[in-house]
């Protein structure tokens, strides 16, 4: 809708600004196509936490307190990675996986 910042600032008015706070404000969200949206959407863009920055680090921090509140704090956490012993992953599955063939007929 505008191509640069000139014919933005040129066709954004007190009115136009005020009425999309109002509607952040609100809750409506939609994206308008107003220069008041266009306006706050630039805003947005150029003040947002960088990826990997303490700033981003920050806001993810809140994010994970605020699904810890909603949720309740976990139990217990169990990561698998493939460079894991097999016996670890048989301790926590309650699975015997060994087949009971001796070590040596392993080898090619």
Known sequence: FFTNATSLASG??????????NDRRNGI?????????????????????????????????HNAEAIRLRHGMASFFLTVTPDMYSVVIQVYSHENIDDERPITSLSA
């Open 12 to 21: 954004l008015t007190e009115s136009d600004l005020a009425n999309a706070i």
């Open 29 to 61: 969200n939609v994206g308008g196509v107003g220069a008041g949206h266009t306006f706050l959407k630039a805003v947005d863009a150029t003040t947002k936490a960088v990826p990997h920055t303490n700033d981003a680090a920050k806001k993810e921090k």
